[in-house]
Every structure is written in structure tokens, then in C-alpha cells.
């Protein structure tokens, strides 16, 4: 799929800005705090409806505005699609949604329409921190592709904050909990085996995928990246329900906080040649699996859907040596791609491309972004309604 439009007002640091992006690569360039990264999460933003940093999404909207939105044109193989995201900030944030012109009511009917994949930097995170990073990863990518997977998603987590607000007022009270507990540990039951069995399935296509991409980025034959999906229940042995399981488990889980079994306990685990890369990697080895992992995702959804996402790279080459950087901008070919950088030069010899550069006008408080030395016109597509 290709982002054709992208329509940006009151968007974090800019405040209005129209863009027809090329097809292939498009590098955008320029100081620390320009813009570059807002872009991208704004692209993101069309994509899962939300930002790809730790960020509310009342921090998005430019400061002293009373709203912001933001809107793609995307092509896919047979359909054309807008997508807008309106964001009001107030006691809480009103978002809404519009795809092509038509309010929707719920996020999961936006997953899909415009599949994205973003690294950046702070992707290393997928190897060293902890399981909730990686849990998010594989949440974002399998939301992409199926609606029933966010929606299972969302159930679960209803499901799971009912049962342990049962659970605290239980306590509080000095009693045992509410009947309707149960309820709750179906439905988790359910919906956790249904996010069990597409994570299992995905982690299995991106071990194979991205041990492929590993060996090609960083040349080496020798070296075998593998990943596992570890859950906190095990599925596949029927002995103990996930049920009843969690029935036994009350007070344990009151005094926790959380229930100690689930998708919310799960994890990757990514090992190179049969060692725990946390425990064990280089930060170049862990900065090529990470790339990897997300290439791997861009090739799954290619696969899957038969139309390559649109790729965000944020910062990332000049982390690479010239000959990473250059297998990775070869891998990409074909695929509508942004790419941030501080310098021009990280892309060395490589020519086919599109420049933009990235400028903060300080004194007007407005920012700018010119093409090939050429200062855009920034018009918006829709004048938003924010009264
Ligand atoms: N809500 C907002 N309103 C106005 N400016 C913002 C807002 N949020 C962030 N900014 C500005 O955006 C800039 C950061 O942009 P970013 O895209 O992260 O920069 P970079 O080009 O380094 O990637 C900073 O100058 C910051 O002050
Ligand atoms: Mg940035």
C-alpha cells in the first residue's frame, strides 16, 4: 500500500502542512526536534489510532490549540481510502475516527486499512527490556491483520480489570468475591486461548523469516537467531483449565495484583545460537535482530495480505555501517518507505530517493518542510471542524 496524501493541522509542531509523498523512499532530514519523528507518529497514528511512543494522545495536539487532526490517502492494490484522526483535548481526549468521510464507531474497524511498520531506536528495547515491550510488538503487528485478534485484545482486557476489581473489593471488604468472578475467568479463558493461538502462529512465521533476514543483514552464515513464544499457561497440556486454573489462583492473584496466569504474563524469547540474547548479545547483534524482527513483519504482512506495509524507519541508518545500511536499502525496494536522519549524507551513494527537509521556523512558531530546496504549500484537505 502506498500513503498518496497526508494532511496534517495543529499536529504536534506543525500547523499545517499538506504532503504527496513518492512512492518509494522518502527521506526527511534535519535538526534535533524539527519534526521529523512527529510525522511518522502521525502516520502511525492513521495506522493503529494511536502514537508509537509512551504518549497521551492530548500531548499530540499543538499546544494552546483546541484541537488537531490528521489525514492519509492510501492506495491499496484495489481500493483507495481516507483515514483521519481528530483528536480534542479536555478533561479527557475526544478521539474520533473517519474513514472516508464516515465516523466509525469503533477502533478495531480502522485496523487494516493502512498497515504500517515503524523502527526506531528505541526498538533495542525488544530485546533488552522487559515482556511487555515484546508483548506490544506482537500486538500491534497481529492487529493489522485481523480485526478479531484486536477485538479478543480488548475483551481479554475488560475481562481481566473486572476480575481483579472483584477481586480488590473483595478484600476490602473483608469477603469472598462476587459470583459474577466467574464470568470473568470464562471470558479471560476464552479470549486468552484466541490471542494464544494467533501469537504462537506469528512467532513461529517471524523465527523463521527473521532468522532469514539475520544472516542476510549482517553476513554472517553462522550465526542462528531463533525466537520462541513463552506463555504463562500451557495450552497445549489439558490437564487444569485456564478456569479453573485461575479459580484456584484467587488469593494469590488478590495478593499479586494480577492474575498470574494469561497472555498478559507471556513472552518472547530470542535466543542466537541457542543463547539468550538478553543475557548474552552484543548491542550490534541486538540492534540487527530488532531490525530484523521488523522486516520479518513487513515481509508477514506482504505475505499475508499480499500488499507490503508502509515502512517507517526513525533514525535508524546512521546506527548501521555503510554495509548494513545498504542490504537494508536494497531489502526495501518496492516498498513505500520514510526515513528520518539528521544528515543527508546517511545515505551515502545510494540515489533513488526523495529529500525533504525539516525546518523549524522558530520566530513564527511555525514550521515548514521544503522539497528539494523548494518550500511546500501547506494546505489541509479538510478544514476541521473543532467548535
Ligand atoms: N503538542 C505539541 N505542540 C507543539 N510542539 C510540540 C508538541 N509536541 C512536541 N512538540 C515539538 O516537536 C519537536 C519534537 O519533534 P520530533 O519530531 O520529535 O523531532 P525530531 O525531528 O528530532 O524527530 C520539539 O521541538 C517539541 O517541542
Ligand atoms: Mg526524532
Redesign the pocket.
Known amino acids: 500500500m502506498i500513503i498518496e496524501k497526508i494532511s496534517l493541522h495543529y499536529f504536534?509542531?506543525y500547523e499545517e502542512l499538506f504532503l504527496q509523498p513518492h512512492e518509494g523512499i522518502n527521506i526527511f532530514f534535519?535538526?534535533?526536534?524539527?519534526?521529523?519523528?512527529?510525522?511518522l507518529?502521525a502516520v502511525h497514528y492513521c495506522s493503529l489510532g494511536k502514537s508509537h511512543r509512551i504518549s497521551q494522545d492530548q500531548?499530540?495536539?499543538?499546544?494552546g490549540k483546541k484541537g488537531a487532526s490528521c489525514s492519509l490517502t492510501i492506495k491499496g492494490s484495489s481500493v483507495k481510502n481516507e483515514i483521519e484522526i481528530r483528536l480534542q483535548p479536555g478533561v479527557e481526549t475526544v478521539k474520533t475516527v473517519w474513514i472516508n468521510q464516515k465516523k466509525i464507531g469503533r477502533l478495531s474497524e480502522m485496523m487494516g486499512i493502512l498497515r504500517c511498520v515503524i523502527f526506531s531506536p528505541e526498538d533495542l528495547n525488544l530485546i533488552k527490556e522487559g515482556p511487555a515491550v515484546r508483548r506490544k510488538f506482537l500486538d500491534m503487528m497481529i492487529s493489522q491483520i485481523s480485526r478479531s485478534y484486536f477485538i479478543a485484545l480488548q475483551q481479554y482486557r475488560i475481562a481481566y480489570n473486572q476480575r481483579n476489581a472483584i477481586l480488590r473489593q473483595a478484600r476490602l471488604e473483608n469477603r469472598r468475591p462476587d459470583s459474577m468472578i466467574a464470568d470473568f475467568e470464562k471470558e479471560m479463558a476464552e479470549y486468552g486461548q484466541a490471542i494464544y493461538r494467533e501469537r504462537k502462529k506469528i512467532t513461529d512465521l517471524i523465527s523463521e523469516k527473521g532468522n532469514e533476514i539475520y544472516r542476510k543483514i549482517s553476513g554472517r552464515e553462522t550465526e542462528n537467531l531463533s525466537i520462541a513464544y513463552h506463555p504463562s499457561y500451557s495450552w497445549d497440556d489439558e490437564t487444569e483449565s485456564m478456569e479453573k486454573l485461575l479459580e484456584k489462583n484467587r488469593d494469590d492473584d488478590l495478593r499479586q495484583g494480577t492474575a498470574s496466569v494469561g497472555p498478559h504474563r507471556d513472552d518472547l524469547l530470542l535466543s542466537l545460537n541457542h543463547k539468550s540474547m538478553k543475557l548474552y548479545a552484543s548491542q550490534g547483534q541486538m540492534r540487527t535482530a530488532a531490525l530484523s524482527l521488523k522486516l520479518a513483519q513487513m515481509d508477514i504482512f506482504q505475505h499475508i495480505t499480499g500488499e507490503y506495509p508502509v515502512l517507517l524507519l526513525?533514525?535508524v541508518l546512521s546506527e548501521l555501517d555503510l554495509d548494513r545500511r545498504m542490504n537494508l536499502l536494497k531489502m526495501i525496494e518496492g516498498v513505500q518507505t520514510f526515513i528520518?536522519c539528521s544528515d543527508e549524507g546517511d545515505l551515502a551513494d545510494y540515489h533513488n530517493y526523495r529529500t525533504y527537509q525539516?525546518q523549524?521556523v522558530q520566530e513564527k512558531g511555525k514550521m515548514t518542510m521544503t522539497k528539494a530546496g523548494v518550500e511546500m504549500k501547506t494546505p489541509v484537505l479538510h478544514e476541521p471542524d473543532f467548535s
Request: hydrophobic content about 25%.
Open positions: 504536534r509542531n534535519g535538526k534535533n526536534g524539527s519534526g521529523k519523528t512527529n510525522l507518529e500531548n499530540a495536539v499543538m499546544i526513525d533514525d528520518t525539516v523549524s
